[in-house]
């Protein structure tokens, strides 16, 4: 038997299922476009939307929706915008792509490199590629960085990302459904539990319109018939793009269209082989395209100095649990004590646990699976969202946080390079994806129904969405000493390298964003950032030396000044790092501080403005 036509493989919607009244009628009632029957989609418009062409004398509604979903954005994260440039979420990673957002236009407004530098870490410095520089998204936001400050850039980044995500979701999903169900897919995505959970600290997760422009340019090759050289053109572009925020999230995208083409050419066989060169010639466009706009910085990060080698992230612990879909997290709105309880058990942090659906919605899509089991979209979906849930498990099976000896597809894909890196619970926003799409065209064949059956669906799919709705998202405060953003810090000659306490770590990275409100005036050492460990893997800091190991441990108050400064090699690493100066800025056990960088220095600071204690070794104040 011959393959059904693809036609809109992935279109005809509502007219397969709208009610023969509706279709025949002569009355001004939108009438469903007819399904296309040529085979994978030569060059016929999307069938199944249901809807009237736009007129063009009438506005897009498109922009209207951006400013609701940016109203929606910054409800949710309204603690925010108290003080836009004083607070923050997951104050570490915030203060990390702070620092980033203001380093690369600085860099390129300085004629510096902006991947490799010794800005941090100091004096060996670091290899910027290998952690999130977000270096797209750092240049189009250098406006605002330049006007308020790094941190007022950062939220409203984190501010537009969800809006940016729903607005292209939305995009996608108006080539097959209406601008109502199209806009709840759009919300769907943008504002899923993966988003939200992106926003405490993961701007180059949340920012994601990439997979519904994969999607369309897919769609636009094999359905429309749009020529190759144009869409790989396209395709280039926007994987270069997203190159320059995620490299995770674009092989991720990379992985599940894979997936999704293998099973729209294991439905459409003949088809399938007809437009394979087509879709070669598509991806010659777009590697040459990629190539060329990266050249640069991938030859800095797979060639530069600095580089990691091997899983950035352990494996087997930021996973799907088997009962994250339906076991609500901290981050839901709607979440009692007992689920907390297991949710909380889970391996990885609340942020990573990001693939919940919630139960009614769940059940919903499973009954429209089977309802919609014939809409040719439908068909694909199923099977692609149950092999990205199984792949989103990991490399074990995890029940309730236990880890079990079940082996899962995944831990033969988390030896493939770039893949070896991605978390597998962050495929949840795929999930969302698949969700949203489903949800939408369940919506769209149910406008050609009575009102009170829409009406109805409307109701039902609304308490389906309730669980999803986000808790109330708590920001921390992110303060700057006077010190830095003021002209008593160009008491500091510009490219000195300096000691900062407390020391820049993981969890205390404060004195990053103090150096990138100072515009980048000194060298720090220590970071907060992905260098090469000593066996060539990942660490997130400096390396150890009696120096950090005694800074840090007076600061956690393990141990006093004068036991510190009784370590062996002290003096020989202090000396080893010849800072031109030394600062200690507010924190944990300032006195103490204080006190063991005078035994270091040998005298009392030059000067102490503010909560800021200055020593000067290599200049006069």
Not at 180 to 188: C, E, F, K, S, Y
Not at 324 to 347: E, K, M, N, R, Y
Request: with cysteine; net charge positive.
């Amino acid at each position: 038997m011959a393959d059904q036509p693809l036609a809109d493989s992935a279109t005809a919607i509502a007219p397969a299922s709208a009610p023969t009244s509706a279709r025949t009628s002569t009355s001004t009632a939108p009438m469903p476009r007819p399904v296309s029957p040529s085979p994978l989609g030569a060059g016929s418009r999307p069938a199944g939307s249901g809807h009237r062409r736009r007129d063009p004398r009438r506005l897009p509604r498109w922009p209207f929706l951006f400013v609701g979903y940016c109203a929606l954005a910054t409800l949710m994260l309204r603690s925010l915008w108290v003080d836009p440039g004083g607070r923050g979420y997951g104050v570490s990673d915030a203060t990390l792509f702070s620092w980033y957002i203001g380093w690369v236009p600085h860099a390129i407004g300085h004629g510096m490199n902006p991947f490799v530098s010794d800005m941090i870490n100091a004096p060996d410095g670091v290899n910027i590629l290998w952690s999130t520089p977000v270096v797209l998204l750092a240049v189009l936001v250098a406006p605002v960085t330049l006007l308020v400050g790094p941190v007022a850039a950062l939220n409203t980044l984190l501010t537009l990302a969800p809006a940016v995500s729903a607005i292209a979701m939305y995009g996608v999903a108006r080539r097959w459904v209406g601008t109502g169900p199209a806009a709840v897919a759009g919300l769907i995505y943008g504002f899923s539990p993966y988003i939200v959970g992106a926003s405490l600290g993961h701007l180059h997760l949340t920012f994601a319109p990439f997979p519904p422009i994969l999607l369309a340019l897919l769609h636009d090759l094999l359905v429309r018939g749009r020529g190759a050289r144009r869409t790989g053109l396209l395709l280039g572009l926007a994987v270069a793009a997203q190159a320059l925020i995620s490299e995770e999230l674009l092989a991720t995208s990379a992985l599940v269209g894979a997936l999704g083409l293998l099973i729209l050419a294991a439905h459409h066989r003949s088809a399938a082989l007809a437009k394979a060169g087509q879709l070669a010639r598509m991806l010659g466009w777009c590697a040459l395209v990629s190539a060329a706009l990266l050249a640069w910085p991938l030859a800095a990060q797979f060639f530069g100095p600095y580089r990691v080698h091997g899983a950035i992230q352990p494996h087997d612990v930021a996973v799907a649990d088997l009962f994250t879909i339906v076991v609500p997290t901290p981050l839901q709105w709607l979440a009692p004590d007992q689920a907390l309880h297991h949710s909380l058990g889970f391996t990885g942090n609340a942020v990573e646990v990001s693939g919940y659906l919630g139960a009614p919605l769940v059940v919903l899509l499973v009954v429209l699976a089977v309802r919609l089991r014939r809409e040719p979209l439908v068909r694909v979906l199923i099977p692609l969202f149950l092999l990205v849930a199984l792949l989103s498990l990991g490399g074990h099976l995890h029940v309730d946080g236990r880890i079990t000896r079940v082996p899962l597809p995944w831990a033969a894909l988390q030896r493939l390079p770039l893949l070896g890196s991605a978390l597998p619970a962050r495929l949840s926003l795929y999930l969302t994806m698949f969700a949203g799409l489903a949800l939408a065209i369940w919506l769209e064949q149910l406008r050609f129904r009575p009102w009170r059956r829409r009406a109805g669906a409307a109701v039902l799919a609304a308490a389906a969405l309730v669980p999803l709705v986000p808790a109330s998202l708590h920001a921390r405060e992110m303060r700057t000493p006077e010190f830095f953003t003021t002209a008593a810090v160009d008491v500091i000659p510009r490219g000195s390298t300096v000691l900062v306490a407390p020391y820049p770590r993981p969890d205390t990275p404060a004195a990053m964003l103090w150096q990138a409100e100072a515009d980048y005036r000194f060298r720090l050492a220590g970071c907060y950032c992905t260098v090469p460990a000593p066996n060539g893997g990942a660490q997130f800091h400096g390396d150890p030396s009696p120096l950090t190991t005694a800074v840090l441990r007076v600061e956690a108050g393990t141990l006093t000044p004068a036991e510190a400064l009784a370590l062996p090699g002290l003096r020989e690493a202090y000396g080893a790092l010849r800072p031109d100066a030394v600062l200690v800025g507010p924190g944990r056990n300032r006195a103490a501080l204080v006190e063991l960088v005078n035994g270091l220095t040998g005298h009392r600071p030059v000067d102490e403005p503010g909560d800021v204690a200055l020593w000067a070794e290599t200049f006069r104040p």
